[in-house]
């Protein structure tokens, strides 16, 4: 057995079945390999695109996702998306080909350990045939255990060479110690104390809560202490509809109301949330309020550089068991958060008072939003994209669909799309919608192609002002040339059209419905290019780039 054919039958023993990517010299024989176990390879238009589909997959499916490139310019592809699966924290094993050991004058030599490093990667290095299947174990093992990035990489004379490695594999799955981690009981009473003597108590729940499914445990935790639920931008509208005392977004997407509320907190209690400084807006939510943390990692300063009070290392679920076996019989607590004015309050405040701005053949952004909410059933999952049309959606979605956001992961436009597709094949062909700028989606515009390819059923919501929107709105901010901005764009309905999709370019709200109906009833790959006024600013623009009170 050759090399390349060990190093395949690892990966697959690892669980592989979808590999996204592209096919070269160094890495076409272990894609051979692969597909002969059974694999499926999906072939992207750029390298970079297969690791955002993969990294969609990895997030669908909760497994590390795979992708696969040659040598040289096939990593150097892979920048961005890497840099973003790692800010994303999304488990990943790539398996590239390399230059032969010692051949530095090869035309796609590159120091792939030190490339790895600068887009923060892991990195495994395949330099011997006995060690061949020790590197996929170590990558597969690290991705699980550090939920990152990493690359397995495997020069072209070692994998040509025969294997002589052990015969049997041992995956890393069996090294890994899945039990619940248990808290400390004195950390439990110390947050029960604290709990305890606070009067208005915040629940703030993150990723890790809702990938925890300890929704249930959140919201009794919040009847107990009469207090609000909080998310990050992760879990957007997460418990929405189970609770009259949902304050949202807690950051600078959180609604006025909500700002104004949680820095009444005297207690916040996160669950499975990094409290980095986005979602406490620095620390100007939470003044006053003492800090319960729950989270099975490291303990970690928050965004404002300071430890919390109480820090309660385990499983969520085991976690909030013993916290509410702690709380349940303790004093009747007084209002709190619970009361119907403040009830009233958090439904208001999404309630949107504003006129829609007027413009000949382009619509407002906010009344787009607020119709697609209602024309996309609550099952079909969304992923938001980046850059200023997406804050309209960010704010303005109400309802309580999974939502995957791709907002402040490296800041990169371009990568929701690709990430749709392969979350959409996760899980098991789901259609799913993404909204999107018109500078992102034209920046992977073939990959469009790919969707198309393998029918994936994703509805592209195309928010197309004809200009950087981001930056139109900084620069007239900054006393530049907003105009400098602008990129005329095609009829994007009829170039998905001829990619063999479906598309339309739409410029009223009847169009728009009529579109979106047709997704639902027949779901196809789709694009919507919604023209839109380029006039609104969003709120987080108006509250960061013209200090307006909103």
């Known amino acids: 057995m050759k090399v390349y054919e060990a190093l395949a039958e690892a990966f697959v023993a690892e669980g592989t079945t979808t590999v996204f990517g592209m096919m070269g010299d160094a890495n076409m024989h272990w894609m051979n390999a692969m597909a002969e176990r059974g694999a499926e390879l999906l072939e992207a238009r750029h390298e970079g695109s297969g690791l955002a589909m993969a990294d969609g997959w990895a997030r669908g499916t909760n497994t590390p996702g795979v992708a696969s490139t040659t040598s040289g310019p096939g ?47 892991g990195f495994v290095h395949v330099l011997t045939p006995a060690k061949a299947q020790d590197a996929v174990r170590r990558a597969f093992w690290l991705a699980r255990t550090t939920s990152r990035p990493v690359m397995v990489s495997a020069p072209n004379d070692v994998q040509l060479a025969e294997y002589d490695g052990a015969p049997v594999y041992v995956p890393s799955t069996q090294l890994i110690d899945v039990a619940p981690r248990v808290p400390d009981p004195s950390r439990i009473r110390q947050a029960a104390t604290i709990i305890e003597d606070s009067k208005r108590v915040v629940v703030l729940v993150g990723r890790g809560a809702r990938a925890a499914d300890v929704g249930d445990q959140v919201l009794e935790l919040t009847e107990l202490t009469h207090g609000m639920v909080a998310t990050t931008l992760q879990v957007k509208n997460w418990l929405r509809d189970r609770t009259p005392y949902y304050a949202g977004i807690s950051g600078l997407y959180g ?25 406490t807006e620095h620390g100007y939510l939470y003044p006053a309020a003492r800090i319960i943390q729950l989270d099975h990692a490291e303990q970690v300063v928050t965004g404002t550089g300071q430890p919390v009070d109480c820090y309660v290392r385990g499983d969520a679920r085991a976690s909030l068991d013993q916290l509410l076996d702690t709380l349940r019989g303790g004093e009747p607590r007084t209002e709190g958060y619970h009361t119907s004015d403040i009830a009233n309050r958090l439904t208001e405040a999404d309630i949107l008072r504003e006129p829609f701005h007027q413009e000949e ?127 005329p764009s095609p009829d994007l309905g009829a170039v998905a059209t001829a990619m063999g999709g479906r598309g339309i370019t739409v410029r009223s709200i009847t169009d728009l419905a009529q579109a979106v109906g047709a997704f ?10 919604v023209r839109i006024s380029r006039e609104v600013l969003s709120v987080p623009y108006r509250r960061l780039h013209f200090a307006e009170d909103v």
């Open 75 to 121: 990593v150097t592809q892979l920048a961005t998306s890497l840099v973003c699966a790692s800010r994303a924290r999304t488990p990943l094993v790539l398996f590239c080909g390399e230059a032969s050991r010692g051949d530095l004058t090869a035309t796609q030599y590159l120091d792939q350990q030190k490339f790895a490093e600068g887009v923060e990667c």
């Open 255 to 279: 609604t006025q109301t909500a700002h104004e509320l949680l820095q009444e907190a005297d207690c916040v209690i996160a669950v499975g949330a990094s409290l980095n400084q986005f979602t």
């Open 361 to 487: 053949g382009r619509l407002d952004p906010r009344e787009v939003v607020l119709e697609l909410d209602q024309l996309l059933p609550e099952n079909l999952p969304m992923v938001l994209g980046s850059g200023h049309q997406v804050d309209f959606g960010t704010m303005l979605f109400t309802k309580p669909r999974e939502i995957v956001t791709n907002y402040g992961m490296f800041g990169a436009i371009g990568q929701a799309p690709l990430i749709t597709m392969g979350w959409s094949l996760g899980r098991g062909k789901q259609p799913t919608v993404v909204i999107e700028g018109d500078a992102s989606f034209i920046m992977h515009l073939a990959e469009f192609d790919t969707a198309v390819r393998y029918g994936w059923p994703v509805l592209v919501i195309v928010m197309n002002d004809e200009a950087l929107g981001a930056e139109f709105h900084k620069s007239a901010a900054h006393g530049l040339r907003p105009e400098l901005t602008a990129i």
């Open 520 to 529: 639902v009833s027949d779901p196809a790959p789709t694009v919507v290019d």
